[in-house]
């Protein structure tokens, strides 16, 4: 008897820095604990992009083909043995993490820091795990999240990043009648302010160098006052530098009226000005939430936050997250969502989403900001 040959499929699959090739793949069964999902939408990353651009993000370079994408929701479309919670035809979002859920991290519900932890679509470990940009892929069932009947596959992509933010919302504290600060009105910038919004903080403003974004951010109400800072080229010295984010973080306070300076500000850029005013404008005994990934070595104000018992924390992804995303998503206090994502792509026309995110304006001059990459829904999923 000849073997049965298994179905192919396509995948979007990255050789190097701009070589991304739509690649037949066999489909393989799912294994014990795991589920098939046909993926229906997929976010685009700034650190898909990296690795688009480059071939690497940061230390993490390809060390084989990878696909990539992580922001993702689908439907199962098969479950491996062993596998109780999820049946075919279920709407679900992918939470991209492998924890190992055998170390001490993992026990104490700080998965997001395990070791040994795989993230699909991400270089870090070897072999690397293929992240989303495929028609289906199999995953661990216990990271597929079911989704609420309310919500849309392209929302349940946004729980992925949404994520990011409740992780460090909860990391510093984040509750009602507080004062904020974002830097940076790109998609987790956004995100940032939409959250604070339904906590109930009492005032949200942002910066950015990008007065498209932030008029993006006013107009949808994300933030209630926004301010453009002017890019200037970096000054040569550190003390120069440091001095110069005392000033622009002056302006900010003076500007916004917030004298004493803000409750959170939540770093969305990474670039070392911006976390550098960062301490500066926070205030007294406030809190600044590194979540930007950037400058790897930045010199830092440290005397500004020490008297002032300004805490800085750092926020890695994401933990136990997942089912608050959704709910909070299902519930409709985050208006506006649908605004982020603003172009759509399919899997065959995934080289040209990145182009077109790395370019950031599309032919008509209009703003990018989420790009998606869309599949058609399977006929037997489950509303």
């Known amino acids: 008897m000849s073997p049965v040959a298994l179905p192919k499929q396509q995948a979007a699959v990255l050789y190097g820095p701009k070589d991304l090739r739509i690649d037949?793949?066999?489909?393989?069964?799912?294994?014990?604990?795991?589920?098939?999902?046909?993926?229906?939408s997929t976010g685009l990353c700034g650190s898909d992009l990296h690795y688009y651009l480059h071939g690497r993000n940061g230390d993490f370079a390809l060390q084989a083909p990878l696909v990539l994408g992580h922001e993702a929701a689908g439907v199962v479309t098969a479950v491996g043995p062993g596998v109780k919670n999820l049946v075919p035809g279920q709407r679900v979002a992918i939470e991209a993490g492998v924890m190992c859920n055998?170390?001490?991290y993992c026990s104490k519900g700080r998965y997001n820091l395990c070791k040994n932890l795989r993230f699909a679509s991400s270089a870090k470990t070897f072999p690397h795990?293929?992240?989303?940009?495929?028609?289906?892929?199999?995953?661990?069932?216990?990271?597929?999240h079911p989704l609420p009947d309310n919500v849309s596959f392209e929302e349940g992509a946004l729980a992925e990043p949404l994520s990011v933010l409740i992780h460090a919302s909860r990391r510093a504290a984040l509750s009602a009648d507080q004062t904020v600060l974002v830097y940076g009105v790109g998609t987790i910038g956004l995100l940032a302010c939409a959250l604070a919004k339904s906590y109930g903080c009492s005032r949200i403003v942002a910066v950015d160098i990008n007065q498209a974004r932030l008029s993006f951010a006013k107009t949808h109400g994300f933030a209630d006052d926004v301010f453009c800072l002017s890019a200037s080229p970096k000054a040569k010295l550190p003390e120069e530098q440091l001095r110069k984010a005392k000033e622009n973080a002056d302006r900010l306070l003076e500007v916004f009226r917030e004298e004493n300076g803000f409750?959170?500000?939540?770093?969305?850029?990474?670039?070392?000005?911006?976390i550098q005013m960062a301490i500066h404008t926070a205030?007294?005994?406030?809190?600044?939430m590194l979540i930007g990934m950037g400058t790897r070595s930045t010199s830092l104000p440290l005397s500004a936050a020490a008297l002032r018992e300004v805490?800085?924390?750092?926020?890695?992804?994401?933990?136990?997250?997942?089912?608050?995303?959704?709910?909070?998503l299902a519930s409709g206090k985050l208006q506006n969502l649908d605004?982020?994502?603003t172009h759509r792509?399919?899997?065959?026309?995934?080289?040209?989403?990145?182009?077109?995110?790395?370019?950031?304006?599309?032919?008509?001059?209009?703003?990018?900001?989420?790009?998606?990459?869309?599949?058609?829904v399977p006929p037997s999923s489950r509303h």
Request: glycine share 8%; net charge negative.
């Open 345 to 376: 792509f399919n899997l065959s026309d995934t080289a040209k989403a990145f182009d077109l995110l790395t370019r950031g304006v599309d032919e008509r001059g209009d703003m990018v900001l989420k790009v998606v990459i869309e599949s058609r």
């Open 311 to 328: 805490d800085i924390q750092g926020s890695f992804r994401y933990a136990n997250t997942y089912p608050d995303a959704l709910s909070l």
């Open 339 to 341: 605004k982020l994502i």
């Open 129 to 144: 795990l293929d992240g989303t940009l495929q028609e289906r892929m199999n995953h661990p069932a216990y990271v597929l």
């Open 263 to 274: 409750d959170v500000v939540f770093e969305c850029t990474g670039a070392e000005p911006c």
């Open 102 to 104: 055998n170390c001490d």
């Open 24 to 40: 037949d793949r066999t489909l393989w069964p799912p294994q014990q604990g795991q589920a098939q999902v046909a993926i229906v």
């Open 283 to 288: 205030i007294t005994g406030g809190r600044v």
